[in-house]
């Protein structure tokens, strides 16, 4: 039977992906892209009759009726993913499904859950990436990892995240596909990190030289409860939106936070992040806009019109008021 792995290319996608190939090694056909591109499950042939199609870290309600294609085409469906659902899951005998969206979760823990642990510093790396650092904190203490391990693992976790953004696969480091294919041979990412591979020191270090123009970028709104800060139309910019948010919520820790980036046409890619005392209402301030989705803790806007900009800071100020 063929195999189908579906994921996000952000660390939390990949990091799953990780876990479940090191613990089941299969030679999968990977169908990933930017961590934006999310609606991945159309791109699973429908000539794979009878596939197994594993999906990752997108949104169900985003990939529903592609899936409810598959599986009507006799593929068996197993979906691990921690953002809104929709309203129902499919049901259907060859539809299996580990979702939860509480915010202090995401995919790689809920693989780490069916696995036993059994490769668990690699979901202790996604979690940082997927900027639960508490989270991250209490179970890198909870498994007798030293500190300087810890800050290893999260500087691994915040670099892959930091490779998924950008508008295209053109802006990143490395292909999420490539990025997966390279680190999937080590069992434990700190092995990984101790023999430093090339494509951990490029990613490193590209992360490193974006992050330093990103914090320095203009601020276009603050007031007490939000920060919007704006970027221009740069690979650099589109590369460290994501992670520059994180970063900026986690030095915020009162404020809701979000980066416009600008593009080549009239409008603007959003990354917002809900304050961290209150990791809620990310996606509802997200759709209140064409494209916009995600889920309470960290949303996205992928193509907000400019005559829209001032809406969102308006949003953006009031919302967590």
């Known amino acids: 039977m063929k195999t189908f792995d579906v994921f996000n290319g952000d660390a939390d996608g990949i990091c799953a992906l990780i876990q479940l190939r090191l613990a089941e090694p299969i030679d999968s056909a990977l169908i990933t892209g930017v961590k934006r591109d999310i609606a991945l ?13 594993n999906i990752l870290d997108v ?25 809104f659902p929709g309203d129902s899951l499919p049901d259907h005998p060859n539809f299996a499904a580990l979702i939860d969206t509480q915010p202090t979760t995401c995919t790689s ?11 668990h510093n690699w979901a202790i790396a996604a979690a940082f990436g997927d900027n639960l650092n508490a ?3 209490e179970l890198a203490v909870n498994a007798g990892l030293s500190t300087e391990q810890t800050e290893a693992l999260k500087t691994l976790g915040v670099c892959i995240n930091y490779n998924g953004y950008g508008a295209t696969v053109e802006d990143l480091h490395f292909h999420p596909a490539d990025l997966y294919r390279a680190f999937v041979q080590f069992d434990d990412p700190l ?15 590209g992360y ?9 970028a203009p601020v276009l709104n603050e ?3 939000s920060l919007v800060i704006k970027l221009p139309d740069e690979a650099w910019a589109r590369r460290v939106s994501g992670v520059l948010g994180n970063e900026l919520a986690n030095r915020n820790p009162g404020k809701a936070c979000a980066i416009v980036t600008d593009t080549a046409t009239d409008s603007y890619l959003v990354s917002i992040r809900a304050p961290l005392n209150n990791r809620s209402g990310a996606d509802e301030v997200a759709r209140q806009f064409p494209t916009g989705g995600g889920r309470k ?6 193509d907000l019109p400019a005559a829209q900009l001032d809406a969102f800071v308006g949003v953006m100020a009031n919302f967590w008021r």
């Open 223 to 225: 007031t007490d409860t």
């Open 297 to 302: 803790a960290a949303a996205g806007i992928n």
């Open 41 to 53: 499950a159309k791109r699973v042939p429908m000539a794979a009759l009878r596939a197994q199609v």
């Open 59 to 83: 949104s169900l309600e985003k990939n529903r009726e592609a899936v409810d294609g598959l599986l009507a085409a006799g593929c068996s469906v197993f979906y691990i993913d921690h953002h």
């Open 135 to 137: 989270v991250g904190e």
């Open 208 to 216: 490193a030289e974006d992050m330093a123009k990103g914090l320095a």
């Open 191 to 205: 092995d990984l990190i101790a023999s430093e591979p090339a494509a951990w020191q490029k990613l490193r270090d």
């Open 109 to 119: 823990l809920l693989v780490d859950q069916h696995l036993g642990g059994r490769f």
